[in-house]
């Protein structure tokens, strides 16, 4: 309960400026390089959502452009790995 009760107060600011958004699923993540109006090229990362918590439209797809994309995934038993070329190359690499 402690722990639960310290993450729920770290997260708060986080939700309510939203920064941190919940009950949204990464369908798909795109690198695109767009030029600005300078004609100089800014890299953008094309992020694809699905949005569950919209109680209208649940699942409703949403596309938005980031700047960066920072991929965290944990595993214990079952091992999620994303779709991308060459990694399976290095999937099966121990890490220390």
Not at 34 to 57: E, I, M, Q, T
Request: glycine fraction near 6%; aromatic fraction near 12%.
């Amino acid at each position: 309960t402690e722990t639960h009760n310290y993450l729920k107060a770290f997260a708060k600011p986080f939700i309510e400026d939203g920064s941190l958004r919940l009950g949204k699923e990464v369908v798909k993540v795109e690198e695109r390089s767009l030029p600005n109006a300078s004609g100089n090229v800014n890299d953008k990362w094309r992020v694809v959502l699905r949005d569950w918590a919209d109680s209208v439209n649940p699942g409703k797809e949403l596309e938005e452009l980031w700047d960066a994309v920072v991929v965290c995934v944990g595993w214990y038993d079952n091992p999620v790995w994303p779709e991308m070329q060459g990694l399976d190359e290095i999937r099966f690499r121990k890490w220390y």
